[in-house]
């Protein structure tokens, strides 16, 4: 293990928690480090990924040094900044009580998890199919061949005289995770499978981490968080996600989990860091994979709600009706904009068809959720989850508004499935699960945040943007 | 008014009317005694019902059928040494058949011909036993019908542990008519293991052809719950549907309905309220959680367990020659000989009839700049401007050169080119483009 290699890892760490210390405040418990560096850490290696990406026809060999040259001040300066302006540490010296034992034991579960998937990682080259055939086949290229070349389009490709441009079946695929890939290989010295593996361990830790750290600060108890946080990481689908590393999925679900909950402590606080924070992640959303627009413009659209006056608000929940059944009715009489946009993404206005493969579908989705090895009894959690604390839902202005993205990224994902070809992909279960797994995280916490016991100080008195919205949340 | 029965094992609380003024008194003892009875008796009428229940639920997912009896009123066996090898080489060794090579493919094929046929429809259940059975490997059952004496149907089955493993047959749509002939066949697990080092000693034990049966049905559906899943492409996508044999419903389904259901009537029987219903629940969910999450640990291991076999104690150079696509590896390393002499960056196109190999491929000969065959658009063998490329096609003989016209064609188009390499799967040519 060289220096650079150590670099490579102390830059996103530095610079993530840098920035997430700045727009949130200097951390002081072990929840808010938790949370810190865990959304930290996952936003640094984003955003040394990105940093690449105008430094053009790099040689691999001078990433890491020249891009940590200019990332570790930044990284150093936040902190700096947060330390500097942090007011002194008056809180009160925490209550330390012993864990239950079994919480010990769901400890030693997610510990025995963790070593079999990391195991897993050292060992096996790469093995899923989008990890060689999409997602790190450029990295792989680039390490190899030794510079970031540029990857075109085919005629591009096929007329270049040059040498230097690559394609790909996936070549217009977003590059972000390709870069970190490249980010921590360089810095290895060679195409190593155990070395780009490890970024997804790394990823599932700073998910743990991340989500621990964020359900406490949003006052759920210890107990509760760390079962939320035992039942997140023993889930088999994101477990096989990180064993098999590789697909962009489980960031994607990341980015989701981390953006709704510092979203929920923005509405919860009042505080603009958060909400900063919680931008940030859904920007990077396209940046990974390409669905990542649709969940950006779902995301957007919650949070521009949650800020709407009470006003806007009625007309938005009145006019979304009629505004949804208006572009059915558009496209099924074939107006002119509307049908060819959504002919685009596959939709199909052929009732007859729709009608023959939607059981089918539907019954394929349901088994993924509900019968198969997947998701242990998750989805059965978060029913009863509903059905025995809905008091909560309704008390809560923000767990509602999270509610409603959930519930349209639900929509979202039952309309791409049954509107839409590929539902062929869920009667075959191959895309069903790993789209259902964007969203798991982000539906674990909001279903971990139902089982808060309500904080007396808060339900007295509600901060002043939730108290205007509590009347006409949806 | 809520009573608490102490006197109950189950110190449980049950709902009472309050009792009328006068009766109170001269009923005094019998209001005492009449509770605990009760008691015993809705705790005796839960336990049927939950016993009831879960056999039930036993019985659907296992499939049994109705008025099946508990063991097998036939058996059909086999030793191992009743089977003689097709394929590879074996030995008896005393009632077993010990298999100590692979055939032709990397394959092991041992049958037996039935001195009569059997009705398939009698005989749904099967039973084997194997000693030492690699994890490398993936095991078959084949059998031959009357109807299509020519044909061999094949079923994959969940590879046999040290247990006996069962198998329901009705699963499988090809198991009917009259049966003349079974087997079992072994070859390296696709896509996993590399099939030139995938092979070790093992011994066929017995197997069985049971009558339905109880026994036989939770047999089959313990040993697809308990088998060795090996990874598979698809299990990124499904965990269940990524085991490559017919499926039982799974502990999933069974512990979300029967532990609903059973807390239901608890309830119901027990007189409780929504709050210890709710609890309750919650309870059964962790408890459910736990259980399944031990066995998925359980398969985790299993799985881990061959990746282990394969790539642990080696260098990362060593592991990275461990492909599973043994033969595609080398046909990239034969390309990569034939580019050592061609400029840097030299374009290669790769072909092949499987989009597998087509990926598959392109991935092995980086960091050659190759693109996969799509960039090749009727367009460009109509004169769409291309460099000098280098085409690789593997396994694909709808593509045919004709060397005197020096013309390589494709569905509808043509390319000028020249042959560079034909040997076994693999051809490579220089193409220019359009054919003049």
Same mark, same amino acid.
């Given at each position: 293990m060289s220096f650079t290699y150590v670099i490579a890892w102390l830059t996103p760490l530095l610079l993530g928690s840098g920035i997430v210390a700045l727009l949130t405040g200097r951390p002081r418990t072990f929840a808010e480090y938790a949370a810190t560096l865990g959304c930290g850490f996952v936003l640094g290696m984003l955003l040394c990924g990105l940093a690449m990406a105008p430094l053009g026809r790099l040689e691999v060999d001078r990433i890491v040094p020249m891009v940590a040259a200019i990332l570790i001040p930044v990284g150093l300066g936040a902190w700096a900044w947060v330390l500097l302006r942090a007011a002194p540490n008056v809180a009160t010296p925490p209550q330390r009580t012993h864990l239950h034992p079994l919480l010990w034991a769901l400890l030693a579960l997610l510990a025995l998890h963790a070593w079999l998937m990391f195991d897993e990682i050292l060992l096996r080259?790469? *093995?899923?199919w989008d990890a060689w055939a999409a997602w790190l086949l450029k990295p792989k290229a680039w390490m190899l061949g030794g510079h970031v070349d540029r990857f075109v389009g085919f005629d591009e490709w096929l007329a270049d005289a040059s040498g230097k441009l690559r394609t790909a079946q996936?070549? @217009? *695929?977003?590059e972000t995770l390709g870069r970190v890939a490249i980010w921590f290989s360089s810095a290895w010295g060679e195409w190593n499978a155990g070395v780009v593996g490890a970024i997804w361990f790394a990823l599932w830790l700073a998910l743990l981490a991340g989500c621990y750290g964020q359900l406490r600060t949003l006052r759920l108890q210890r107990d509760r968080a760390l079962v939320a946080t035992y039942a997140l990481g023993s889930l088999p689908l994101i477990n096989v996600h990180v064993a098999l590393a590789g697909y962009a999925d489980l960031w994607i679900a990341t980015l989701l989990a981390f953006a709704c909950l510092a979203w929920m402590r923005a509405l919860e606080t009042g505080e603009r860091g958060h909400a900063a924070l919680a931008v940030l992640f859904a920007l990077m959303l396209p940046l990974v994979k390409l669905e990542g627009s649709i969940w950006l413009v779902i995301l957007g659209g919650a949070m521009i709600y949650a800020r709407m006056p009470p006003r806007f608000r009625r007309i938005a929940l009145a006019l979304a009706p009629l505004v949804g059944g208006g572009v059915v009715v558009a496209y099924l009489l074939r107006f002119p904009l509307v049908a060819p946009a959504l002919d685009r993404i596959g939709l199909t206005a052929d009732t007859e068809v729709l009608m023959t493969h939607a059981p089918a579908v539907i019954g394929a989705a349901a088994e993924g959720l509900f019968a198969q090895y997947n998701w242990h009894l998750f989805w059965f959690a978060v029913a009863l989850t509903l059905a025995l604390r809905f008091g909560e839902l309704r008390a809560s202005p923000a767990l509602r508004v999270l509610g409603l993205f959930l519930l349209l990224g639900c929509g979202f994902l039952f309309a791409l499935f049954v509107l839409t070809p590929a539902g062929k992909w869920a009667e075959s279960y191959t895309a069903v699960n790993r789209l259902s797994l964007q969203i798991v995280p982000a539906m674990l916490a909001f279903a971990a945040l139902l089982w808060r016991e309500p904080s007396v100080a808060v339900v007295a008195t509600p901060a002043p943007r939730m108290a205007e919205a509590a009347p006409t949340g949806p | 008014m809520i009573r608490r029965h102490l006197s109950s094992p189950f110190l449980l609380d049950s709902r009472v009317a309050a009792p009328s003024g006068g009766a109170q008194a001269s009923d005094g003892a019998a209001n005492i005694r009449r509770p605990a009875l009760s008691h015993r008796a809705r705790a005796f009428a839960l336990l049927l019902l939950l016993v009831g229940l879960w056999t039930g639920l036993l019985g659907w997912v296992a499939e049994v059928p109705l008025g099946a009896a508990f063991q097998p009123a036939e058996r059909m066996r086999f030793v191992g040494s009743d089977f003689h090898v097709v394929m590879g080489a074996g030995i008896e060794n005393d009632k077993r058949l010990g298999i100590n090579a692979v055939g032709a493919a990397h394959m092991a094929l041992q049958s037996i011909a039935l001195a009569r046929p059997i009705d398939a429809a009698a005989y749904p259940v099967l039973r084997y036993r194997w000693q030492d059975?690699? +994890?490398?490997l993936e095991l078959s059952f084949v059998f031959r019908r009357a109807d299509q004496p020519d044909d061999v149907h094949t079923v994959t089955l969940p590879p046999a542990a040290a247990h006996p493993g069962y198998f329901d047959?009705? #699963? $499988?749509? #090809?198991?009917?008519? +009259?049966?003349?002939e079974i087997g079992f066949a072994e070859f390296p697990t696709a896509q996993l293991v590399p099939a030139d080092i995938a092979f070790r000693p093992f011994s066929l034990v017995e197997a069985e052809l049971w009558t339905r049966s109880w026994r036989g049905s939770l047999g089959a559906l313990g040993t697809d719950w308990s088998a060795y899943r090996p990874w598979a492409l698809m299990s990124v996508s499904a965990l269940g549907p990524d085991a490559p044999w017919p499926h039982k419903p799974t502990p999933v389904l069974l512990l979300a309905i029967g532990l609903t259901a059973s807390l239901v009537i608890a309830s119901l029987v027990l007189a409780r309220g929504a709050r210890w219903l709710g609890i309750a629940l919650c309870l059964a969910l962790a408890g459910g959680w736990l259980a399944l999450d031990l066995r998925w640990l359980g398969e985790f291991t299993d799985r881990h367990l061959l990746t282990r076999e394969l790539y642990a104690g080696k260098s990362w150079r060593e592991r990275a020659t461990i492909e599973p696509d043994t033969a595609l590896v080398a046909g990239a390393a034969r390309v990569r000989e034939l580019l050592a002499r061609a400029p840097a960056g030299t374009h290669v196109i790769v072909a092949a009839a499987a989009v597998y190999d087509v990926l598959r491929l392109s991935y092995h000969l980086l960091p050659a700049n190759v693109a996969p065959?799509? $960039?090749? @658009?009727?367009s460009n063998a109509n004169g769409k401007p291309m460099q000098p490329a280098l085409l690789v096609v593997y396994a694909d003989p709808d593509w045919t050169f004709d060397a005197a016209r020096k013309a390589l064609s494709y569905a509808k188009s043509e390319y000028a080119a020249e042959l560079v390499y034909d040997e076994g799967d693999l051809r490579i040519f220089s193409i220019r483009g359009a054919a003049p």
């Amino acid at each position: 293990m060289s220096f650079t290699y150590v670099i490579a890892w102390l830059t996103p760490l530095l610079l993530g928690s840098g920035i997430v210390a700045l727009l949130t405040g200097r951390p002081r418990t072990f929840a808010e480090y938790a949370a810190t560096l865990g959304c930290g850490f996952v936003l640094g290696m984003l955003l040394c990924g990105l940093a690449m990406a105008p430094l053009g026809r790099l040689e691999v060999d001078r990433i890491v040094p020249m891009v940590a040259a200019i990332l570790i001040p930044v990284g150093l300066g936040a902190w700096a900044w947060v330390l500097l302006r942090a007011a002194p540490n008056v809180a009160t010296p925490p209550q330390r009580t012993h864990l239950h034992p079994l919480l010990w034991a769901l400890l030693a579960l997610l510990a025995l998890h963790a070593w079999l998937m990391f195991d897993e990682i050292l060992l096996r080259p790469m *093995y899923p199919w989008d990890a060689w055939a999409a997602w790190l086949l450029k990295p792989k290229a680039w390490m190899l061949g030794g510079h970031v070349d540029r990857f075109v389009g085919f005629d591009e490709w096929l007329a270049d005289a040059s040498g230097k441009l690559r394609t790909a079946q996936t070549w @217009s *695929y977003p590059e972000t995770l390709g870069r970190v890939a490249i980010w921590f290989s360089s810095a290895w010295g060679e195409w190593n499978a155990g070395v780009v593996g490890a970024i997804w361990f790394a990823l599932w830790l700073a998910l743990l981490a991340g989500c621990y750290g964020q359900l406490r600060t949003l006052r759920l108890q210890r107990d509760r968080a760390l079962v939320a946080t035992y039942a997140l990481g023993s889930l088999p689908l994101i477990n096989v996600h990180v064993a098999l590393a590789g697909y962009a999925d489980l960031w994607i679900a990341t980015l989701l989990a981390f953006a709704c909950l510092a979203w929920m402590r923005a509405l919860e606080t009042g505080e603009r860091g958060h909400a900063a924070l919680a931008v940030l992640f859904a920007l990077m959303l396209p940046l990974v994979k390409l669905e990542g627009s649709i969940w950006l413009v779902i995301l957007g659209g919650a949070m521009i709600y949650a800020r709407m006056p009470p006003r806007f608000r009625r007309i938005a929940l009145a006019l979304a009706p009629l505004v949804g059944g208006g572009v059915v009715v558009a496209y099924l009489l074939r107006f002119p904009l509307v049908a060819p946009a959504l002919d685009r993404i596959g939709l199909t206005a052929d009732t007859e068809v729709l009608m023959t493969h939607a059981p089918a579908v539907i019954g394929a989705a349901a088994e993924g959720l509900f019968a198969q090895y997947n998701w242990h009894l998750f989805w059965f959690a978060v029913a009863l989850t509903l059905a025995l604390r809905f008091g909560e839902l309704r008390a809560s202005p923000a767990l509602r508004v999270l509610g409603l993205f959930l519930l349209l990224g639900c929509g979202f994902l039952f309309a791409l499935f049954v509107l839409t070809p590929a539902g062929k992909w869920a009667e075959s279960y191959t895309a069903v699960n790993r789209l259902s797994l964007q969203i798991v995280p982000a539906m674990l916490a909001f279903a971990a945040l139902l089982w808060r016991e309500p904080s007396v100080a808060v339900v007295a008195t509600p901060a002043p943007r939730m108290a205007e919205a509590a009347p006409t949340g949806p | 008014m809520i009573r608490r029965h102490l006197s109950s094992p189950f110190l449980l609380d049950s709902r009472v009317a309050a009792p009328s003024g006068g009766a109170q008194a001269s009923d005094g003892a019998a209001n005492i005694r009449r509770p605990a009875l009760s008691h015993r008796a809705r705790a005796f009428a839960l336990l049927l019902l939950l016993v009831g229940l879960w056999t039930g639920l036993l019985g659907w997912v296992a499939e049994v059928p109705l008025g099946a009896a508990f063991q097998p009123a036939e058996r059909m066996r086999f030793v191992g040494s009743d089977f003689h090898v097709v394929m590879g080489a074996g030995i008896e060794n005393d009632k077993r058949l010990g298999i100590n090579a692979v055939g032709a493919a990397h394959m092991a094929l041992q049958s037996i011909a039935l001195a009569r046929p059997i009705d398939a429809a009698a005989y749904p259940v099967l039973r084997y036993r194997w000693q030492d059975f690699p +994890r490398t490997l993936e095991l078959s059952f084949v059998f031959r019908r009357a109807d299509q004496p020519d044909d061999v149907h094949t079923v994959t089955l969940p590879p046999a542990a040290a247990h006996p493993g069962y198998f329901d047959l009705s #699963d $499988v749509a #090809d198991w009917h008519g +009259r049966i003349t002939e079974i087997g079992f066949a072994e070859f390296p697990t696709a896509q996993l293991v590399p099939a030139d080092i995938a092979f070790r000693p093992f011994s066929l034990v017995e197997a069985e052809l049971w009558t339905r049966s109880w026994r036989g049905s939770l047999g089959a559906l313990g040993t697809d719950w308990s088998a060795y899943r090996p990874w598979a492409l698809m299990s990124v996508s499904a965990l269940g549907p990524d085991a490559p044999w017919p499926h039982k419903p799974t502990p999933v389904l069974l512990l979300a309905i029967g532990l609903t259901a059973s807390l239901v009537i608890a309830s119901l029987v027990l007189a409780r309220g929504a709050r210890w219903l709710g609890i309750a629940l919650c309870l059964a969910l962790a408890g459910g959680w736990l259980a399944l999450d031990l066995r998925w640990l359980g398969e985790f291991t299993d799985r881990h367990l061959l990746t282990r076999e394969l790539y642990a104690g080696k260098s990362w150079r060593e592991r990275a020659t461990i492909e599973p696509d043994t033969a595609l590896v080398a046909g990239a390393a034969r390309v990569r000989e034939l580019l050592a002499r061609a400029p840097a960056g030299t374009h290669v196109i790769v072909a092949a009839a499987a989009v597998y190999d087509v990926l598959r491929l392109s991935y092995h000969l980086l960091p050659a700049n190759v693109a996969p065959m799509g $960039v090749l @658009s009727p367009s460009n063998a109509n004169g769409k401007p291309m460099q000098p490329a280098l085409l690789v096609v593997y396994a694909d003989p709808d593509w045919t050169f004709d060397a005197a016209r020096k013309a390589l064609s494709y569905a509808k188009s043509e390319y000028a080119a020249e042959l560079v390499y034909d040997e076994g799967d693999l051809r490579i040519f220089s193409i220019r483009g359009a054919a003049p």
